[in-house]
């Protein structure tokens, strides 16, 4: 049980919660952001000094109920309820990031020849991918492995405000941030993930921003733009699979409209790399 993270999340959460979303009066007077701490109490049918503590980062070990009731108190995304109960302790098992990628993915990587693809582990480690993912993002196989981390590459660019101010990236930029904090507590003792998240705050005040958030949602479908030296823009549904018996990786597709001018650009970069 992480008792500060605990006492975080449930102080950002209620902040975040106004009481005419849960059917209280607002009142003229109210200075505290969100629900005051007895009205988490009240919905969530537990004591004031019991949800004092929790908040306090002193709490006991909160139930399976008790965590279901403030779930529903603070009205939190399944998402957010199952971070919830990993802060908790409350996962059936602690998981583990493994290092290998299955056979039978890699070789699904390579017979899909016209849609690029890549594994992403919870870290946001790019683990595997077939060749026209390699050429779509600027040549993979030439990075080194510790430097295949999609979070460091946005929030490390020199154009990170730019790329935040769009709507369309800057969702996919908040999405990650999100996804990786669910990681965090669903990975509680993974060093990796651990010196991620304290280098990007040491070295990235947008990162900071959003961490400090503590949005939590599991990333999956969203629409994406890339622009590529040889064949322009491409729009693209970014696909986000979950690997079967493998809650670290994910399956990541770049799928565009059939017929459309991002898809002949697709077939155009594979026909180039093809001939190359």
């Not at 505290?32 to 929790?54: C, H, K, N």
């Not at 109920?65 to 996962?91: F, I, K, W």
């Not at 890699?106 to 899909?112: D, R």
């Amino acid at each position: 049980m992480n008792r500060d993270e605990l006492a975080d999340f449930l102080r950002v959460r209620r902040s975040r919660v106004t009481p005419a979303e849960v059917g209280l009066p607002g009142g003229e007077r109210r200075r505290t952001p969100g629900l005051r701490r007895q009205e988490v109490a009240q919905l969530a049918g537990m004591s004031i000094d019991y949800y004092i503590r929790l908040e306090q980062g002193r709490g006991p070990h909160p139930s399976r109920q008790v965590l279901n009731a403030l779930a529903r108190a603070l009205m939190l995304s399944g998402d957010e309820r199952t971070h919830l109960l990993h802060l908790a302790g409350h996962a059936v098992e602690t998981p583990r990031i493994r290092e290998d990628v299955p056979q039978s993915l890699l070789h699904l990587l390579e017979f899909m020849e016209e849609v690029p693809a890549y594994v992403l582990d919870a870290r946001y480690d790019i683990r595997a991918w077939n060749p026209l993912a390699n050429v779509l993002m600027g040549g993979l196989d030439t990075v080194a492995p510790d430097d295949r981390n999609v979070i460091r590459w946005v929030f490390m660019s020199p154009h990170i405000a730019e790329y935040l101010s769009d709507e369309e990236k800057g969702r996919f930029a908040r999405s990650s941030v999100a996804d990786l904090r669910a990681a965090a507590g669903r990975y509680p003792d993974d060093r990796k993930i651990q010196a991620l998240v304290a280098e990007m705050l040491a070295l990235s005040p947008h990162f900071a921003e959003l961490w400090a958030r503590y949005e939590v949602e599991i990333r999956r479908e969203q629409r994406k733009q890339v622009t590529h030296p040889l064949v322009g823009t491409i729009d693209a549904i970014c696909q986000v699979m979950p690997v079967p018996d493998r809650e670290d990786l994910r399956l990541v597709l770049y799928t565009t409209e059939p017929g459309s001018p991002s898809h002949q650009a697709l077939r155009d970069l594979r026909q180039l790399t093809l001939s190359s």
